[in-house]
């Protein structure tokens, strides 16, 4: 294997990247390492990432979802990523929250293949292979990245009551479903100038 994607390199550039924004202990560096090393394998076949930079994937997938995971209220132990593909944030979610159940929702078939295949040291993390509309409830929360924000919100209250959204920041701003939604707290990506990391809570009239 190529020097800049063994372990070595893989938890120097991770570490190095969160510096003071949060700890990972070796044994979840392992296992984040153990996905990594199948993304770029598999990304070679098929089509998991568009980026396809080993620093840029350490980056934008590894480190974004990780501190996005680091920030996430303690809304409840049941967790759904909506539009998983390739396992952001969902994966880095469930290693660095061992105490969370986490589920990734890909519908693509080859994804979840991939996702089950990277996965299986994974104790509290589970695949399911069907469209969101699929859904019944049964989770506290949904997160997600990669699907539009206005059709993840559009899950709540019925799938969830808790939501998390990796997004631009004028994708945050256009957010317009009709769905009451309280945002209790929100976060700039520290390696991007557009991206954030929000959350919050569907909105009971009382």
Same mark, same amino acid.
């Given at each position: 294997?190529?020097?800049?994607?063994?372990?070595?390199?893989?938890?120097?550039?991770?570490?190095?990247?969160?510096?003071?924004?949060?700890?990972?202990?070796?044994?979840?560096?392992?296992?984040?390492?153990?996905?990594?090393? %199948?993304?770029?394998?598999?990304? !070679?076949?098929? *089509? &998991?990432?568009? #980026?396809?930079?080993?620093? @840029?994937?350490?980056? +934008?997938?590894?480190?974004?979802?990780?501190?996005?995971?680091?920030?996430?209220?303690?809304?409840?132990?049941?967790?759904?990523?909506?539009?998983?593909?390739?396992?952001?944030?969902?994966?880095?979610?469930?290693?660095?929250?061992?105490?969370?159940?986490?589920?990734?929702?890909?519908?693509?078939?080859?994804?979840?293949?991939? %996702?089950?295949?990277?996965?299986? !040291?994974?104790? *509290? &993390?589970?695949? #399911?292979?069907?469209?969101? @509309?699929?859904?019944? +409830?049964?989770?506290?929360?949904?997160?997600?990245?990669?699907?539009?924000?206005?059709?993840?919100?559009?899950?709540?209250?019925?799938?969830?009551?808790?939501?998390?959204?990796?997004?631009?920041?004028?994708?945050?701003?256009?957010?317009?479903?009709?769905?009451?939604?309280?945002?209790?707290?929100?976060?700039?990506?520290?390696?991007?100038?557009?991206?954030?990391?929000?959350?919050?809570?569907?909105?009971?009239?009382?």
């Amino acid at each position: 294997m190529a020097a800049e994607t063994d372990r070595t390199w893989f938890a120097g550039r991770l570490l190095q990247h969160l510096g003071n924004y949060l700890l990972v202990s070796p044994s979840q560096i392992d296992l984040l390492y153990d996905h990594f090393r %199948l993304l770029m394998l598999w990304n !070679e076949r098929i *089509n &998991l990432s568009a #980026i396809r930079s080993p620093e @840029e994937i350490v980056l +934008r997938h590894y480190c974004e979802s990780l501190f996005f995971a680091a920030r996430m209220p303690e809304f409840g132990p049941m967790v759904a990523d909506i539009g998983s593909g390739a396992g952001f944030p969902g994966v880095p979610t469930a290693i660095l929250h061992p105490e969370w159940s986490v589920t990734l929702i890909e519908s693509h078939q080859r994804k979840a293949v991939f %996702l089950r295949e990277s996965t299986r !040291e994974i104790p *509290n &993390l589970a695949v #399911i292979d069907r469209r969101v @509309e699929q859904l019944s +409830r049964g989770f506290d929360s949904i997160i997600s990245r990669a699907v539009r924000p206005a059709e993840v919100v559009g899950l709540l209250p019925e799938v969830a009551v808790q939501i998390g959204l990796l997004l631009s920041r004028s994708d945050f701003i256009d957010i317009d479903t009709g769905v009451p939604v309280d945002w209790i707290s929100c976060h700039s990506i520290p390696w991007s100038d557009n991206n954030l990391c929000v959350f919050g809570s569907f909105h009971v009239e009382q």
